[in-house]
């Protein structure tokens, strides 16, 4: 079993920036994606970016790109992200979730574990 622990959301004016953190621990050895989706009320679940553990190719959902980077840090088992230039359409609780596979990307489906969320709040 994985376990994920998201930290860092919060309130931030438009035009602002946060850096969210993804805790992993358990069977981290296992993974090979992980990936960040945001869901804002009334909304499906989106996908945001994602980052291979191997090689740390990366991709982002077409709303953020130029503005939001997933990165990694292998020792701490943790991958983070950077969020920039911040809207008030990027309101939403962000989830961390990880996949066995490296095909995972933007596909919910394919993810195993997912964190419990943490809430970003981009005020106008």
């Known amino acids: 079993q994985v376990l994920l622990v998201e930290s860092g959301g919060g309130l931030v004016q438009a035009g602002g920036s946060l850096r969210l953190s993804c805790a992993a621990s358990g069977r981290t050895s296992s993974l090979n994606t992980s990936g960040w989706f945001r869901q804002a009320p009334g909304k499906e679940r989106e996908f945001v970016g994602a980052i291979l553990w191997n090689g740390g190719s990366t991709r982002y959902g077409d709303s953020v790109k130029g503005r939001f980077t997933v990165s990694r840090d292998d020792a701490k088992n943790a991958v983070y992200l950077q969020m920039n230039s911040l809207k008030p359409e990027d309101t939403g609780v962000y989830y961390c979730?990880?996949?066995?596979?490296?095909?995972?990307?933007?596909?919910?489906?394919?993810?195993?574990?997912w964190g419990q969320g943490t809430q970003v709040t981009v005020s106008s």
């Open positions: 979730a990880a996949a066995r596979i490296s095909t995972a990307w933007s596909i919910k489906g394919l993810y195993d574990y």
